[in-house]
């Protein structure tokens, strides 16, 4: 998979990567899409960097169908995800925040 082979970071990656607590999400200019905007359908699948699930997605124009990841390193994955831009790759959308999670927002 191209994205496992991808979230192998360098130490100067991490080091731009940081939150002010372990509540709040990382700010390095990432798309805060809020709680109530996602609503969870199902799950797709689980690995060893979190659940995937088919979720929507209010926006103030449209409904529109995402993937979802309730991840662990969500300041590395949305870090790699915002950067890359290609065919074969989920396009990333944000982040949110929920009382217990992280989710990346993709689709």
């Not at 926006?59 to 169908?65: A, I, N, P, R, S």
Request: proline share 3%.
């Amino acid at each position: 998979m191209i994205l496992s082979s991808l979230q192998t970071s360098t130490h100067r990656d991490n080091a731009c990567m940081s939150r002010k607590k372990d509540n709040e999400p990382p700010v390095n200019n990432y798309p805060i899409i809020a709680e109530d905007k996602i609503k969870i359908v199902e799950l797709l699948g689980a690995g060893g960097y979190g659940a995937v699930f088919r979720a929507q997605w209010t926006t103030e124009k449209k409904v529109m169908w995402v993937a979802v990841k309730k991840v662990g390193e969500v300041e590395k994955e949305a870090y790699l995800l915002s950067r890359i831009r290609h065919r074969n790759i989920v396009e990333f959308y944000g982040i949110s925040k929920t009382d217990l999670d992280f989710l990346i927002v993709t689709g």
